[in-house]
């Protein structure tokens, strides 16, 4: 009956109505640096250490200043500021931090408050997991971990920027962890690009933080389709 086929139709049409314009969009960019960044320094003391030598061919540096042939610029960590009480980190997978060749893997990483941090030792050497976060209700961590032991989880309640993890073996080790209360962050990669998923509608400050060059905002509305960012940072 034609009535009868009508009908869903109409309920179809009276539920897009009324849906409300919601749709969570993208805020997408690329982070640029001008001017040519300080060199790098050579980790020579990994170099004198037999267990840590036997994992590099050439000695590895620093890479405070990872930067593509036309600018684009990797490890920013880029955020909604002041979005917090939105985690929903206890829910996604955990992160992995690996210590590789007696250096961390990766160097800049993000997470939700809540979310699990796994930190492995890939080496055939003890390592000596310190992290040192400033922020009250951030936890210190000091864990020596051998080869082939499991990995250790952590958990941070409270956002903070680049919090530091070092090994006390090791004194050139390091790695930078910041924590958000919320889903909505990204890191840029090689290529300089960056993307912050599934923001709902609304006005926000876009921080984009390197820990070498510091911070920059911008505002944007999000209203239904992706929103584009882009940042240029300069070297001095
Ligand atoms: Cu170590």
Redesign the pocket.
Known sequence: MKGVKVLPVFLLLAVLASAPLTRAADIIGTITLKGTPPPEVPYTPLMDNPDCAAMHKTTPTTHFYVVGPEGELADVVVSLKGVTGKSTGTSQPPVLLD?KG?LYTPQILAIQTGQKLVVRNS?H????VHCTPKVAGNEEHNDAQMPGAADLTYTFAQPEMFITFK?D??PW?FAWVSVFDSPWFGVSGTDGKFVIKNVPPVKYTVEANHRKLGAQTQDVEVKDSDVTVNFTFEVK
Do not use: S
């Open positions: 210590q007696c080496d050497c003890i390592h000596n090994c073996v090791h080790m």
